[in-house]
């Protein structure tokens, strides 16, 4: 408890937003009167709200730099328990490159500017001064934390703080999942739907290929307010990972079209739902097409 409150109050001195975190590397449940967002929710989260709770609830939101709440009574008990401390980027104006493997960092290396670097268990935090949207899976292994989200403090790393530069902004394109009034938005016409006999080296019965799909299909839909594409990449990457053992073909294409126009569907424009889909499809190497 005594390290990672220490560790909280030295970076909240210095501007930087903290907040607990328990085993799992994430945030502590929201409190009963939280549960559920039933309070409205912190006032700077994306659907602002009445929340004046004294606990740390609401994950990010949460994070503070007020050394009275830090050592509050109410805050004690996540610290009893806390097994890290996490800060807000996008709070202290800056915007964490989180690259999860050593694919990812090669990438970085060939591709963005030099900035301070942290290590990670897998891979490394890349660190920038200016703050910008956050997204997951902005492309294989490579997340963006700031805005409304939280990263894991690892230390201070090495480097000097570049100015987030254009390159990482580019990775999150505008998306627009919500049409403009009057705007009808509809899959491409003439777009593949999959069929059972073009996979005919898929090891799954056709039953079991449709289910997931289905499921696969809904979860991008459920995402009409936000974050469809992300989910499309997520979902375009189970199914490159569920088929990966096949000899092959399995019509991951085909499959693929239908995520993309399940994206579309929400108001994803066609050419970043085809990115995100097609990049969570070659996620594994010798996948069945």
């Known amino acids: 408890m005594r390290e990672h409150l220490h560790t909280a109050l030295s970076l909240a001195t210095s501007g930087v937003p903290v907040l607990p975190l328990r085993a799992g590397k994430v945030p502590f449940g929201n409190c009963c009167e939280c549960a559920r967002n039933a309070c409205g929710g ?8 009445p929340c004046r709770c004294l606990r740390p609830c609401h994950a990010w939101a949460a994070a503070t730099t007020n050394p009275d709440v830090l050592t509050s009574r109410a805050w004690t008990f996540a610290w009893v328990q806390a097994s890290a401390v996490a800060y807000h980027p996008g709070g202290a104006g800056l ?19 030099p900035t301070r670097t942290v290590p990670t268990t897998r891979g490394e935090h890349w660190i920038y001064l200016g703050a910008m949207r956050s997204a997951n899976a902005v492309r294989p292994g490579v997340d963006i934390k700031s805005l409304m989200q939280y990263a894991r403090w690892l230390g201070n790393g090495t480097g000097a703080m570049a100015p987030l530069p254009d390159a990482v902004r580019a990775l999150i394109e505008r998306e627009e999942t919500t049409p403009a009034r009057g705007e ?37 839909r459920s995402r009409a307010e936000s974050g469809a594409a992300s989910q499309a990449f997520g979902v375009a990457q189970f199914l ?13 294409d085909a499959l693929g079209q239908e995520v993309i126009a399940a994206a579309v569907s ?7 739902a085809a990115r995100a889909v097609g990049n969570g499809l070659n996620t594994d190497a010798g996948r069945a097409a």
Do not use: F, I
Not at 266 to 272: L, N, R, T
């Open 42 to 49: 912190r006032p700077n989260m994306k659907m602002a709200g």
């Open 95 to 113: 915007t964490v490159v989180d690259l999860d493997d050593a694919d990812a960092v090669a990438w970085a290396r060939e591709s963005l500017p």
């Open 184 to 220: 009808v938005v509809s899959s491409s016409p003439g777009r593949a739907t999959w069929d059972a006999r073009v996979a005919t080296g898929c090891r799954h019965t056709e039953k079991y290929v449709r289910t997931g799909l289905a499921r696969g299909l809904a979860m991008v």
């Open 240 to 252: 490159a990972k569920q088929h990966a053992p096949c000899p092959g073909p399995c019509g991951l």
């Open 266 to 272: 929400v108001g994803v424009p066609e050419p970043y």
